[in-house]
């Protein structure tokens, strides 16, 4: 659609620390994979080009530092998000367990209506290294209504997928929006902080709109 | 400033007068051996003053810009704003104080609308006078600490006269038991009508001084230029980095000095010293339409070298001259062979004034101290640390944290190095030091420089708490810290690069979130190792305000503006700009600009109360003093003191469970 050409679409990668956040960015949009890597301090965003379906779009990947500590900084960036990649670790229960936690942690904070996908990370482990089975992952995902993937930085496995799901669900949200919203979608948008994903009820002119301040 | 500092009257000045030591923002004056004048100066209110301040406008020559004018450094000193007219009727003593350059009581009056660089300090905050060096060298000494307040080399004779008249005012007396000590009379009336009026008595001729420094130069220029050199070069011999720099240039140049000595006197004699806005900018960039005066050069010098550090101590070990070692390490880093020595003082592990047997006897305690905190962690059952959450999450984000931090670093590099370990057990060990901050991440980049730096468990751990009592607010749960951080670089880029601030405000980025990285772990993560370890002992001196890397953040963004305006980067842009600045910034350069910055500041007039408070100067308005109480509401003050009744209830507990354990270990 014409109301979707070069859009940009943004996106959060959320979940605890050391579960591959930084590193499935990197792999999605650098196509690498490094082993030795750093905690992330701050936030720091990727973008790609993707062709969805034929339509090009440009997808604004962020990436956040994991302790909670540094929520206050992170939720700013959840206002203009459109849709979250949640992720956990499937080598650490943990991980799975602080699920909960940030489904609560983005209901509070993020559009009603943003776009989430669940990846289970590291599936490549060896099975005595697991802690979360598949299904765990596949059942909290039916609970709260998203797609589920288990993926691998390391082998490169569904990075694609998952990031694809997510646009392909972000568009979908904004058509339905956008029949029911004629303005929505038509107005203009910078890059960066969209003034979409700020759900239903906020939408046009909302002065912060543009703005990353909290 | 202080502003209630105005219209006030010179009793008495002495010329010629270099400042040898004096608060630490001098440093380059001090450097420059910037020749001054010294006035007993009376104020309303009867406040009386001693104030320094420098001939020229004050600037600090970069011995790298000005090849044509090799003399420069010399004519820093030797130049002043005094024709020839004025240098005779300095000589002949008309009875009038040659005075052509701005008045420091006065200084609207001056064309650049600079403040002169003051020194001053209140008779009634001073405790004594010292005089030594046969009467050429006077130190104040303050009231409140008995620390130096500065001192000051008489280039032109003694300082008898100055001491003359502030006997014959009554401010001063000898001390009963030190010839060379004069004591400050306390509650005495400064009456200005009774000051003139001893300042009347007093010989004009006599406090000026004979055969000063001037009229000997006319006799003799050559002779006392080397004279001045050979001052000079006692001036730096405690900055044996700077020295070489600045001296040497000079020395090697000596054959030419006989020949241009004529035309120095010309410069002496008859040409006023240029603007030294004009000469600073021209191998400056532009000040940005801030009202600001110029930003200064500035000097970088070298390491502290294992000689020098040696040559302040003592015969027992103690630091002889605390705030001479900071200047030395502000100005250009420690060796790196030094450094695991040196930095116990500046993270205040070790006291400064102690010996090195009080620092033997210290280490002990402070290891045994570490050890017990250890234990503590160490002998967590399963079943304790299972039934405590907050510890579990504690260790657990250090051990995510630890086996990602430096391991590019041979220090930490391979999957069984042992100082991986040291990293783990020093954050948990911290964690029973300071339950309430744990770890949080970030603190592992802190520690790892450190630890690398001291190769010793306990030494990096004490060294690791020194730090972080510097930068704890970094870690508060809410954050409180780095967004009061954030607010101050937002005041303080609004005041030194205005045209910047307004392009941040228009760009939706005057939150400055790209920069929460720089301050929360200090730059690690902008730098490669050893720049890393020199920005921080740069910063752990304090100098010249202990929010110097908020001046050094305002340096790295002054420095990227053309690039964020040429782009019309947004807020995202910039962003992304600056985190991929990570190793692409020149340290030294910065550290010059940020120092820059912060004289520029700092010799603003008007400055508000909050940029005051962050560059660490008195609000003008004490009752401004309220945002010192916002700032703490973040913390409460929880009484650790207990009653003598908790402790020894506590006391008790204490025996009985040492009594139920050796039970346990007899049978």
Redesign the interface.
């Given at each position: 659609m014409a109301l979707d050409f070069a859009a940009t679409y943004k996106v959060l990668v959320l979940g605890d620390?050391?579960v591959g956040k930084t590193c499935i960015v990197h792999r999605y949009c650098d196509e690498r994979y490094y082993d030795?890597?750093?905690?992330t301090?701050?936030?720091?965003?990727k973008q790609k080009l993707i062709n969805l379906d034929g339509v090009p779009i440009k997808l604004?990947i962020w990436d956040t530092?994991?302790?909670e500590?540094?929520r206050?900084?992170t939720t700013?960036y959840y206002r203009g998000a459109m849709g979250i990649l949640l992720m956990y670790d499937v080598t650490s229960l943990?991980s799975f367990n602080n699920l909960s936690y940030w489904l609560r942690n983005i209901q509070e904070n993020a559009a009603p209506d943003v776009v989430k996908v669940l990846a289970g990370n590291k599936c490549e482990c060896l099975p005595a290294q697991r802690m979360v089975e598949k299904e765990r992952g596949d059942k909290i995902a039916e609970n709260f209504d998203m797609p589920f993937f288990e993926v691998s930085c390391k082998n490169n496995i569904n990075i694609e997928e998952s990031f694809l799901t997510l646009a392909r669900q972000i568009r979908e949200q904004r058509e339905h929006r956008g029949e029911n919203f004629d303005n929505d979608g038509m107005q203009e948008r910078?890059?960066?902080?969209g003034s979409n994903g700020l759900g239903p009820f906020t939408l046009g002119n909302s002065p912060d709109s543009?703005?990353?301040?909290? | 400033m202080d502003d209630s500092f105005e219209n006030g009257h010179e009793i008495s000045t002495n010329d010629g007068i270099l400042l040898r030591k004096g608060p630490a923002l001098y440093l380059p004056e001090i450097l420059q051996s910037t020749t001054g004048t010294l006035s007993l100066v009376h104020y309303a209110n009867n406040v009386l003053c001693i104030e320094w301040k420098p001939n020229d406008n004050f600037l600090i020559a970069d011995a790298d810009t000005q090849v044509q004018d090799d003399w420069s450094f010399v004519d820093t000193i030797a130049k002043r704003t005094r024709t020839a007219s004025e240098t005779i009727a300095f000589n002949t003593s008309s009875g009038t104080i040659a005075h052509k350059e701005p008045s420091p009581i006065t200084p609207a009056t001056h064309q650049n609308q600079i403040k002169p660089r003051i020194v001053r300090a209140k008779i009634v905050d001073l405790k004594n006078i010292e005089v030594y060096k046969n009467g050429h060298s006077i130190r104040l000494v303050n009231k409140s600490d008995g620390k130096t307040h500065s001192e000051y080399f008489f280039q032109h004779g003694n300082a008898d006269s100055f001491l003359r008249t502030l006997k014959t005012t009554h401010c001063l007396r000898p001390s009963r038991n030190n010839r060379n000590i004069y004591e400050i009379v306390e509650n005495i009336d400064y009456d200005k009508e009774k000051l003139e009026k001893t300042f009347a008595e007093l010989k004009i001729e006599d406090i000026k001084g004979s055969g000063g420094w001037i009229s000997n130069m006319v006799r003799n220029p050559i002779g006392h230029t080397f004279d001045f050199l050979a001052k000079m070069s006692d001036a730096y011999t405690v900055l044996p980095g700077v020295v070489q720099n600045v001296y040497t240039s000079h020395t090697t140049d000596t054959s030419s000095m006989a020949t241009s000595t004529n035309d120095e006197y010309e410069v002496l004699g008859t040409s006023p010293r240029p603007s030294s806005e004009s000469s600073s900018n021209d191998n400056h960039e532009k000040d940005t339409e801030n009202n600001l005066p110029p930003r200064p050069h500035i000097i970088r010098g070298s390491p502290l070298t294992e000689k020098q550090w040696c040559e302040f101590l003592s015969e027992d070990g103690r630091i002889t001259d605390v705030e001479r070692v900071k200047e030395v390490i502000f100005r250009g880093g420690i060796e790196n062979s030094l450094r695991s020595e040196v930095w116990k003082f500046l993270l205040e592990y070790y006291p400064w004034d102690s010996t090195k047997i009080e620092r033997i006897e210290h280490r002990k305690e402070k290891e045994k101290e570490y050890f017990k905190m250890k234990l503590q962690w160490l002998t967590m059952t399963p079943e304790q640390e299972k039934n405590f959450s907050d510890y579990r999450d504690r260790k657990?984000?250090i051990e995510?944290?630890v086996k990602?931090?430096d391991?590019?670093e041979e220090f930490y590099q391979g999957d069984d190095n042992q100082n991986l370990g040291f990293l783990q057990d020093i954050l948990m060990t911290y964690v029973m030091y300071n339950f309430d901050l744990g770890y949080?991440?970030?603190m592992?980049?802190l520690l790892a420089p450190i630890l690398s730096v001291m190769n010793n468990e306990v030494d990096a751990f004490w060294c690791f708490v020194g730090f972080m009592e510097l930068v704890y607010t970094n870690?508060d749960?809410?954050?409180a810290g780095?967004k009061r951080q954030l607010q101050d670089l937002n005041y303080l880029t609004a005041l030194a690069n205005p045209r910047l601030f307004r392009y941040f405000e228009e760009h939706?980025a005057?939150?400055m979130?790209f920069c929460?990285?720089w301050l929360?772990?200090w730059f690690k993560?902008e730098f490669q190792h050893s720049d890393v370890l020199t920005l921080w002992e740069v910063l752990w001196t304090k100098l010249p305000c202990s929010n110097f890397h908020l001046l050094f953040s305002v340096a790295i963004l002054d420095d990227q503006m053309n690039i964020f305006i040429a782009n019309q980067f947004?807020?995202?842009?910039i962003?992304?700009h600056v985190?991929e600045l990570s190793t692409k910034i020149d340290l030294q350069q910065m550290l010059k600009k940020a120092e820059a910055i912060y004289y520029q500041i700092r010799r603003a007039e008007h400055l508000s109360d909050e940029v005051r408070l962050i560059i660490g100067e008195e609000p003008s308005n004490l009752s401004a003093s309220k945002s010192d109480d916002e700032y703490d509401d973040n913390f409460d003050d929880v009484s650790v003191e207990k009653s003598p009744k908790d402790e020894a209830n506590r006391q008790k507990k204490y025996e009985e469970a040492c009594e139920r354990s050796m039970i346990n270990n007899f049978f």
């Open positions: 620390s050391n030795t890597y750093i905690s301090i701050g936030i720091d965003f604004q530092a994991g302790q500590r540094f206050t900084l700013a943990e910078k890059s960066g902080t543009n703005r990353c301040s909290c | 657990c984000q995510k944290d990602r931090t391991r590019t949080v991440q970030g592992s980049d870690f749960m809410d954050q780095m939706g005057e939150n979130y929460f990285r929360l772990v993560r947004e807020f995202n842009e962003l992304k985190n």
